[in-house]
């Protein structure tokens, strides 16, 4: 049904060597210009501040995960079996498109404009685009089912969790790739192994007892990157600053006062939702060119607020884990801060471990010797405490320093 | 007299583990607007269309030539008692500083308006821009030495060998660094014997016989990045695009036809020269939001070149190794292509290896463990065999296809 | 007052790249029989048997940890300013020296023949060989302070830390050495980063804040280091045979039923204790030569015993986790087993992770921002985790199966 | 025909990650007392002298052969289309036992006692022995079949020229495994492209134009890697001590004066040539058991070797190479050296580049994209320079120094 290509093509990839496309829908999508433009989008906003190596864009990670998927259907002999051909285009698509809809500097793009990056990537999928062309020339129901698998409707619950869980091809493809290019000595995860031990039952993904190690390796690889890399202070500044030049723009452009032609596409974003075009424009080219262009601007708010971020002039921190309510007054209330200078930003367990992690070890099922099915928290006394202790928090207030000025 | 740091910085770096900063005036020059813009500026432009991993930046690869430096004054006894703690300094800060003069996509900036990085980083250095600043805080003359340095006018003939001959620490640091991340399998280089091996004579640098195949492996590897990697076809085919992009722009410009606000740096640079803040804004991130802007502007040169750029549709290429005039005639003839739409680019002995390789061989200087000083052809059989036989010569036509649009 | 070597001496190292020797004294001792004896030793004795790249020598760890000496020495100022030149090559010859003792196939060795590696590590030092006669040479009171360090008199207490204790050299190139050549994923520690945050506080070693999470991963490395390499099942069924076929031998040489002529230096341990040049004698060479020489003896036990080690017909092993007395006894006594045909094999959080690892926990002390010195287990809630939850234990049986003959 | 493993096994390797054996013959082999002895000897034997980190085996090594020739029926589909099942069975157990015929130090071996590993390894797979039994139990022909691809009879010529040419499995293995060991920089080969590129024409194993940068990376590998490790000066003087070693021995032996019991193995082969159960003794393990023993035995010269060889007093080197015989035979007569005491040792392109190098050269053939089939030095100029111009060459003279006694 879905046709070879004549000759595989192959990337050369610093991670994995090489990767290899055999079939012609996945070199069809990675040609299409809403592909491309990933190419445009760092995959690490704010960390490549601090990791200066960490400069790889959503479409070297896309590339990955789709490679990894690959490996899932050529090492993993039961899902060959339990899913249809079709059904293994859907997994490699999906995995490949997974993060189409990333907006630039996603995080702080997503929550001011109350974007949703799944929701985008599926609007993408099934919108007028080239994405959508490609994948109704191979199959008239493609695009609408790798949609579903993106929104995780229940319709490919197999796939579904083979690319999003708490153990898929995209968590193993970044914390590796992202441990890479920053230089961390932890990232190396044994993803053969985990691979190799990833099997169903009853049409769940789970995993051998032979995993055990690699999993408990791999979560211990993921809390690590988080504090020390994703968590990173300078790194969060940096984010800090780019939602409250986000959340400017936002305003000037609601209250009529910012009347600049080149922003028309975030203008169209806020005004009308996505709209494929406009959305297309939107990468950190754009953005970039943003705050370039406002750093000149009159607004002296956002002036301000772009010249720093250029010339990394970060927001300064400080701890607030105690409930030093009256300290955080001071700072602000001192310097007259106003609600784009300062932000107070929670990391604890609650927000990152207990979504995240607690249900990970939950969710993270081990098939035994013997055909049990346990969580891997029952299985792991290692696991175990990391979920009964007390695992750290931190709440930091960052503010922008009057003394810059 | 130069202060140290109270506590030493540290960047953690994919290539070299840990990079230390001991020297108050690198800390400072690090931190200003100038050097912080190598960020916004990709090492490799078009070789990051081919090779997805390489997307690090000069800002990267400049801490790395800053610190390839150091690891030469830790090492070489010889070099820590001839140089001065102030040429030292002039040292490191060169090392750092040597390509902060880069525009955006440098090779076709500089051809298309006449510009040489060297000359722009002197002129960074000297005139009126936070660099120069820092360096005039910790010495008076130190910003006419490190120019002086770069533009090599032979007053610290030392330091300019060390940093720019044909084996020198920015080769050395880029070389392996664009292995890295084009996942090339043999970047690999001998850094820490090459070093140990490097010592003076006649107020020379010379390297001891002990390196010969330390230096025959990087010479090799050096072949092999240019012509897998720099000279790769895909990667000039971009390269050629966006020299014609520039040169559209500047003849528009220059004809009074292009009448954008936003491409006001650009118009200063080409009418008046170098300017400080008008080269400041010249980054990636302004020629890509300048490329976006006119894949919608009403010239339909350059919008198609820019569209066609965005979305890769990249130049199509041929070997016209062969005296094939002709084909090339009826390529371009039969296309009825402006000169905007074709380049015949040569790869050559003759403008690279003449010019580079050959001279390398020559110059590169070896001290017998006699203390006969020799050149590298004379003492390795293997390069001797590369300079004499003929070298690999290429020559293709890129053109645009009309099938495109 | 110790001299340096004219031209330093250079070994290239698989892991650091170049481990370098500038101290006279150092050099000499690494060319002394006795240290030229742990080339005969492999580190992993058992595990080889499982993980066939491990098969790296005591040579290549012990010239490993010297390196790692040398490396603490260079980065933590206050060690070079309180440590005299005297105690700095105290503490890096005690660095090379450490496993100078350990016998062939140590850790049986050890339980069987009643000898401790640090004691006989001592005897070597201070007895009659050439370690001794370099020593000397170099200062009168070397050999004695060395071997005080290796004996942990409390003489030179921050050397002894350095050395030998919860996170020392020692642990740090073995772990990442034996990851290394297992080709074990989660070895690689941020050495680097540990070490910088080494300092003294009232004489003892401690940790700055800023090493916590690079020590988290440095023990859970160790805790995956362990489980699934060092007590990886068939490592320890290699290790029982060696005890028994170490015991017969004992055995029998004891009750004067084994004439050879070639276990001489055996017998002289087992006789007289430690002999400088029995010992000399007693490597891997040396045993396998016996192995094999004794699988073809009289004695059919050991025969038997040598045959199935040489082979590779491990003993059988079957968890024995519940109190399965008597699935124990069924085995033993259906086979008729001898005492040297089988082993309870316990490893558990009683002999192994109290013992050691949570001790560790203990004794890592950590110095805050604030200056206040803490346990590791008071600042990580991760590491706080793994000491009060129950840690995985095991228990099998190791028995010789009948059915191999 | 070929019963495949119930569950695959699998190998953890420090450079492939994991290799997988999912055949039940490759599995039964691996588990032979024969192919278990290759653990007991060193890939490299002197050159682990030099570089410590080099102490792997040929069991090792062997298992990468195997993995490679997997990778090679897996990705060059069209040798899964020419070769039967019978064929790939033939190849991946050729692959795995080519080397199962080495004696101990083996190139000394060979040269002593006029043995050739390939003979050995022949005789192994078709005499008395576990293999043979093995290969019986799966096919009638295989034992017979695999020896002839060992000898190169010509029944299997693609087999032969997969397992051994200028470009094979076996030597990609040892060129990269052994870098690994050694540390060397340079020994990185992309095995991957050299496989994918790997096709037929006319029955001979050629390769498409795209891998020629990566077969220039591989013969300019090989060239380091004999002349930076294997032809290491001190390497060799290790080698040459084995020589004269075993000259000893064997004119011991023949002249009725060493009657040692445990030399009886030795003696076998000398008396009977090739006999199973003598040559399955011979071993690293067996003759290092043997030179310990000697370094004790009443002939002075023998003993004399054996205590130097133990204790790394290796014979001291001269550069000859001008016709220095006056100065050889100074040092010779001048210090009365016996044959067993002194060596004059070529390495020259006489006798490993033309017989191994050029014809490398000539023998790789390439098939260009326009279906032309050329030898490497018709296209590739860096290669053709190599062989036209002069190659390196040395003499020296090694030889026992008296003041070593």
Redesign the interface.
């Given at each position: 049904m879905f046709p070879k290509l004549e000759r595989k093509k192959?990337?050369?990839?610093?991670?994995y060597?090489?990767i290899y496309v055999t079939e012609a829908v996945i070199s069809d999508l990675i040609?299409t210009?809403e592909f491309?433009r990933l190419?445009?989008i760092r995959q690490l906003s704010g960390v490549?501040?601090v990791?200066?190596?960490a400069?790889?864009?959503r479409?070297?990670h896309s590339?990955g995960v789709y490679s990894l998927a690959l490996n899932v259907l050529q090492e993993v002999d039961i899902l060959k079996e339990r899913l249809s051909e079709y059904e293994q285009i859907v997994f490699l698509a999906a995995a490949l498109l997974h993060d189409v809809g990333h907006g630039p500097y996603s995080h702080a793009f997503e929550h001011v404009f109350k974007v949703r990056h799944e929701k985008s990537t599926a609007n993408i999928i099934e919108g007028k685009t080239e994405i959508n062309t490609v994948l109704n020339q191979y199959h008239k129901d493609l695009a609408a089912d790798i949609a579903s698998v993106i929104l995780k409707t229940g319709k490919f619950t197999i796939i579904e969790q083979l690319i999003s869980s708490q153990l898929d091809v995209d968590r193993m493809d970044y914390l590796e790739r992202d441990a890479?290019?920053?230089?961390?000595?932890?990232g190396?995860?044994?993803k053969?192994?985990i691979i190799?031990m990833l099997t169903l039952h009853n049409d769940q993904v789970v995993f051998k007892e032979g995993a055990v190690?690699?999993i408990?390796?791999y979560l211990?690889s993921r809390?690590?990157m988080y504090?020390?890399v994703y968590y990173h202070p300078a790194a969060r500044s940096y984010e800090v600053m780019l939602e409250s030049i986000y959340k400017r723009i936002l305003d000037l452009i609601k209250s009529g006062n910012l009347n600049d032609e080149?922003a028309v596409y975030l203008k169209t974003i806020i005004e009308n939702g996505f709209e494929e075009e406009a959305y297309f424009?939107l990468d950190?080219?754009?953005v970039?060119?943003?705050?370039?262009?406002f750093s000149h601007c009159e607004d002296e708010i956002l002036s301000g607020l772009c010249n720093e971020f250029?010339?990394?002039k970060l927001f300064k921190y400080v701890s607030v884990n105690m409930n030093q309510e009256q300290i955080i007054k001071d700072i602000i209330d001192g310097r007259h801060l106003t609600p784009y200078e300062y932000k107070i930003d929670y990391i604890s367990q609650a927000t990152y471990l207990v979504d995240e992690f607690d249900i990970a070890v939950s969710k993270i099922l081990i098939l035994s010797k013997e055909g049990e099915l346990k969580t891997l928290d029952q299985i792991?006394?290692?696991i175990?405490?990391?979920?009964?202790?007390?695992?750290?928090t931190d709440q930091k207030l960052y503010y922008r320093d009057i003394s810059h000025e």
């Open positions: 192959v990337f050369r990839d610093p991670l060597g090489y040609d210009k491309q190419r445009r490549s501040m990791f200066h190596g400069e790889h864009s479409f070297s590339l890479f290019h920053t230089g961390a000595a932890y190396r995860l044994d053969d192994r190799r190690h690699a408990e390796n211990m809390y690590h504090w020390q080149y424009e950190d080219y754009y970039n060119g943003l705050i370039k262009r250029l010339t990394r792991s006394p290692i175990r405490g990391l979920s009964t202790s007390g695992i750290k």
